[in-house]
């Protein structure tokens, strides 16, 4: 009995080291000031870079990749660009069902402090939700690579393990600044993290080996235009309203940097 489950306990082990990686960005976040006014433009833009990065070159790829051994290159291909539009139409729905409390760019004051914080409060939330929605399949994706393979396994846990770090900055920053604690920003990126052991743990118990490819890379095509989207309409605006001169542009190209250097260290 221990023996057959020596290579589960394995596989999950190294799925949730991979998810922690997520407070080692949190941590980050705790060790800074609140007061220095570079930091949340810089790591608001830093995550929008990597999130836009790792969807357009890891997520949405893999989704394709996924989808053409069960319809061919061309019908995978198709189903991954129409999975990643309705993924941006989701966030449009969203945005539409949970208003953006737009701050008078203007306003000075309490009032304008009060609608900030609703706005990065929001942001929160969304970058969480999405975050821990590719946190799911990518942990159902590595529990079965490392159950496979070890050898395979574990390089793909140290890659997610390195750009799970910058998905947790963007997780943590918005709640810091909107909530001032860090115990709570660390608190949202670890329960994030902690998505990739439920995902590895929903995949053993209840889909087992049966999960359908085609299903697979539609998940993760879905959640590319969606995490894409996030970036480009909550993440970069808001990076841009409080950076100065070409500071967003410089954090989201090293967001970029970041992800690209873990994607080919481990590829």
């Known amino acids: 009995m221990s023996s057959a489950l020596s290579p589960v306990v394995v596989a999950f082990g190294v799925t949730l080291a991979a998810g922690l990686a997520t407070v080692l ?13 570079r930091l949340l433009p810089f790591a608001l833009a830093f995550a929008g870079g990597a999130m ?29 660009t129409l999975g990643f539009f309705v993924g ?7 945005d539409r069902l949970v208003p ?3 701050a008078d760019a203007r306003g000075h004051g309490h009032a304008h402090d009060e609608a900030e914080r609703a706005r990065l409060t929001r942001l929160s939330l969304l970058t969480a939700a ?14 079965f690579a490392t159950l496979e393979s070890p050898g395979v396994g574990a390089p793909l846990a140290v890659a997610i393990a390195l750009h799970n770090i910058p998905e947790g900055i963007s997780i943590a920053v918005p709640v810091f600044y909107a909530t001032g604690s860090r115990g709570k920003a660390a608190l949202a990126a670890l329960l994030s993290g902690l998505a990739e052991p439920v995902g590895a743990l929903v995949g053993w118990v209840v889909l087992g080996a049966v999960l359908p490819p085609s299903l697979f890379g539609l998940v993760f095509a879905v959640i590319a235009g969606a995490m894409v989207f996030l970036a ?3 993440l970069l605006p808001s990076a841009q309203r409080h950076a ?6 410089y954090a989201m190209v090293g967001g970029m940097a970041v992800l690209a250097v ?5 590829r």
């Open 244 to 249: 100065r001169g070409h500071d967003t542009a």
């Open 232 to 234: 480009l309409d909550e």
């Open 52 to 80: 836009v990065y790792v969807s357009l070159v890891e997520i949405l790829p893999k989704g394709h990749a996924a989808l053409a051994e069960a319809h061919g290159d061309r019908g995978g291909y198709a189903l991954a």
């Open 25 to 37: 960005g949190a941590l980050f976040v705790a060790r800074a000031e609140r007061a220095s006014p």
């Open 88 to 94: 941006v139409a989701l966030l449009v729905l969203l």
């Open 130 to 143: 999405a975050i821990t929605a590719h946190n799911l399949p990518e942990g159902l994706a590595t529990f």
């Open 262 to 266: 873990s994607l080919v260290l481990f």
């Open 100 to 102: 953006n409390p737009h």
